[in-house]
């Protein structure tokens, strides 16, 4: 009678329905954010796996959308490949583009990336608090999580004007597709991230080399402050920077940036995109993205020195322009660092010698396999910004003794801008040639207001003369090239579709 009685109970209570303690009742077994988060280990690894997307985001798709979609860089046709592709479209200025969606890859890929550091940041701000360990190890790996939210947030924001605002980890399909937030309500939360990593993180000297630093999180908020126009505010903090964070500027320029196994985090470096060269899969492949081709094993092998060079046949990606070619100042040390020039045998251009980006082509080891970090901001960049607030503000002269610390670097004369509208030309121009293939280009022109202006001109250009934009005998760009002139990308097609609020 007992045994019955039992389980006529136990088969009831089940008919009933359980109640909400029994519907939440974790298994120890399973690995979850509920389990995981129980020691500062546990938010050590978690950080480690939050700045991950870098890495893709940088080798993949960063570059297409913030350098070659600028009159930087272009994309190098061969016409035996046929269709176009998604890239191109971006180097065309021609991304199809409806209601505010596009189904281009390279769009749907940024997006996917930034929320994918955003996710995991959520996960560890939504759980640090209540976890007891060392103070200061948990307000490192607090501000890292901060500043990289607000590294994403700003990233969104600037390629596409209004994103989801996602602050909190998503538990269900409820609250997994928010409304868009205003290109201010963004910022405002960039800020706030921001400001707040700022005071939580260390400084260069104290930090383990590769993290966040304070000195990032306050050129993050400059950054950011200068977009806004808002140079009052930009000021102290770069200054903080200048006097107070330890950064130099390199003696040799080509210095300023990683080889593949070292000169890492440099003096200069204020934050980079972490590789390594090898099997573990930290590695990047860049210069084989941008290499012209096709090129032989012959022609690859001086610019990789690999043992094992080997042929590319892709179409050619992020190849510098005539006009950033004739940007550079005669007598500039940069040219001739940042650019090479390559002989392709095998192209069916009748000028067969192509510019590449020789500032990531260090020597390295293993084919398809390189391990140079990328910059992010370095200290230059810092002095630029600087130079730029100060004649915002109407003090030009002060802001000649920034800018002209990188000309000098350069091996060129002081700035001869004095009023505030040649200060401005001289720095914009500055910050073409200084921070050339740094995916600074496609945000400058947006931020000034001068898409139009200079990609209208720059696209003229290229139609007009198609053959000295590296197109073979008898090819011109398609007819929509140079048609959508837009400030901001459409949002990802394949988000719309999960989502009313697009």
């Known amino acids: 009678m007992n045994k019955k009685y039992i389980a006529t109970c136990l088969l009831a209570l089940a008919m009933s329905g359980c109640n909400d303690e029994f519907l939440t009742v974790i298994p120890e077994t399973a690995l979850s954010s509920a389990t995981f988060f129980v020691k500062e280990a546990d938010f050590q690894q978690a950080v ?13 798709r960063a570059w297409v959308l913030e350098e070659m979609h600028s009159d930087n860089t272009y994309y190098a046709r061969n016409t035996l490949y046929g269709a176009v592709d998604p890239t191109e479209n971006v180097a065309d200025f021609a991304v199809p583009t409806a209601s505010g969606i596009t189904a281009n890859d390279n769009v749907l890929v940024q997006y996917r990336l930034n929320y994918r550091i955003i996710a995991r940041t959520n996960q560890i701000l939504a759980s640090i608090d209540d976890v007891d360990f060392a103070a200061a190890s948990k307000n490192n790996l607090k501000g890292q999580a901060l500043f990289l939210r607000a590294f994403a947030y700003f990233d969104l924001v600037r390629l596409f004007g209004k994103v989801p605002l996602h602050l909190q980890p998503v538990t269900g399909r409820e609250d997994a597709a928010l409304p868009l937030a205003s290109t201010e309500e963004l910022y405002a939360q960039v800020e706030k991230d921001a400001k707040e990593a700022s005071t939580l993180l260390l400084n260069k000297a104290k930090q383990e080399a590769g993290r966040a630093t304070s000195g990032a999180a306050k050129t993050l908020l400059a950054n950011l402050y200068i977009t806004q126009k808002k ?51 930290y590695n990047g492949n860049q210069i084989y993205r941008f290499i012209p081709s096709p090129i032989s094993a012959a022609e690859i092998a001086p610019i990789t ?103 000098a670097r350069a091996g060129l004369a002081a700035t001869t801008a004095t009023t505030q509208a040649t200060m401005r030309e001289a720095i914009f121009k500055e910050r073409r040639v200084e921070l050339a293939f740094e995916n600074k280009r496609w945000f400058d022109l947006t931020r000034t207001g001068r898409v139009k202006e200079i990609i209208g001109a720059y696209g003229a250009k290229v139609k007009a003369n198609p053959a000295l934009y590296y197109f073979p005998k008898g090819a011109a760009p398609p007819p929509n090239a140079f048609t959508v002139l837009d400030d901001y990308y459409g949002l990802p097609a394949v988000e719309s579709a999960l989502t009313p609020h697009f």
């Open 305 to 407: 020195g690999t043992s094992n060079p080997q042929p590319t046949s892709q179409e050619s990606n992020n190849i510098p322009t005539p006009d950033l070619i004739a940007a550079y100042e005669t007598g500039d040390k940069r040219k001739d660092i940042s650019i090479g020039m390559v002989t392709l045998s095998g192209s069916l251009a009748e000028n067969k010698v192509y510019p590449y980006i020789k500032k990531y082509a260090k020597t390295h080891s293993l084919h398809n396999n390189t391990g140079m970090n990328w910059p992010v901001y370095r200290y230059a960049e810092v002095l630029l910004l600087m130079a730029e607030s100060l004649n915002e503000q109407g003090k030009p002269a002060e802001a000649a003794t920034y800018i002209d610390q990188v000309r």
């Open 231 to 281: 140079w009052a505010l930009a000021e102290p903090l770069l200054k903080d920077v200048i006097t107070n964070d330890g950064y130099i500027l390199m003696p040799d320029y080509a210095n300023a940036f990683s080889t593949t196994t070292g000169n890492k985090n440099n003096a200069e470096s204020v934050f980079e995109i972490q590789y390594m060269e090898g099997s573990a899969g």
């Open 48 to 60: 480690n796996g939050a700045y991950e997307p870098l890495r893709q985001m940088f080798n993949e």
